[in-house]
């Protein structure tokens, strides 16, 4: 009986120093640094980005689309007004006219808007595409140098503070890269 007691305690004993010695090591080890990134908003903030952008509104096709859709729009606007104020003045046919040419005018706004739209579009795709591989190779680079452990998309983060955010620092790394030597 006495034996048993002696194996009983010693055990405890070890079992004890063994919890004791991992603890003491889990409280000694980095804890996970986490940061969050918001890709997008950090290619579109670059400098090559804003460039391309800057590029494509001094275009002659933005510039055309624009002015078709602003015509447009004022077109629609003053047919819309002009109905408003004269429609009870005129005939069954002379609304229908009318209402003819808004129709036109109004399909002539979202066709050229859709264009814009379009344009837009294809231009964000060229932009994320030229800068992907340079967002890759920045993202690293940065989650090594500053140890991070766990890097999340911004969009899937309910809330994080400032600090947290690596999204300033990608753009940085980004107009570093994308600069010609």
Do not use: C
């Not at 080890?29 to 890709?39: E, G, N, S």
């Not at 069954?92 to 129709?103: R, T």
Request: charged share 25%; aromatic share 6%.
């Amino acid at each position: 009986m006495k034996g048993n007691r002696f194996n009983f305690w010693g055990l405890m004993t070890v079992i004890t120093l063994i919890s004791s010695i991992s603890l003491a090591t889990a409280a000694e080890t980095q804890p996970a640094k986490i940061a969050v990134v918001d890709a997008r908003v950090a290619i579109f903030s670059s400098d090559a980005a804003q460039s391309a952008l800057k590029t494509f509104r001094e275009s002659i096709v933005f510039i055309t689309l624009k002015a078709k859709y602003e015509n447009s729009f004022a077109k629609y606007q003053f047919l819309a007004k002009t109905a408003e104020t004269k429609r009870l003045t005129w005939s069954p046919e002379k609304l229908a006219e009318h209402q003819k040419q808004m129709s036109n005018a109004k399909d002539n706004v979202e066709i050229a808007f859709q264009k814009i739209t379009t344009e837009q579009k294809e231009l964000e795709q060229k932009v994320l595409k030229a800068l992907a591989p340079l967002v890759e190779q920045a993202i690293n680079e940065i989650v090594n140098e500053e140890g991070i452990s766990i890097l999340l998309r911004a969009e899937s983060v309910l809330t994080a503070s400032p600090e947290a955010s690596i999204t300033a620092k990608l753009a940085d790394r980004i107009d570093a890269k994308s600069k010609p030597e």
